[in-house]
């Protein structure tokens, strides 16, 4: 159960960062963001 626990706050952490680090690529106006799986967001 400790591996489970694990790899679902390594999951939560990923989407947090991935989410807030798009979202501040979208208020300073930057060109692209690159996500976590290589989808490029414009």
Same mark, same amino acid.
């Given at each position: 159960?400790?591996? /489970?626990? /694990?790899?679902?706050?390594?999951?939560?952490?990923?989407?947090?960062?991935?989410?807030?680090?798009?979202?501040?690529?979208?208020?300073?106006?930057?060109?692209?963001?690159?996500?976590?799986?290589?989808?490029?967001?414009?």
């Amino acid at each position: 159960m400790k591996n /489970k626990q /694990k790899y679902i706050v390594i999951m939560l952490a990923g989407i947090i960062l991935n989410i807030g680090l798009y979202w501040i690529a979208h208020v300073l106006h930057l060109p692209a963001w690159l996500d976590t799986v290589g989808t490029v967001f414009f």
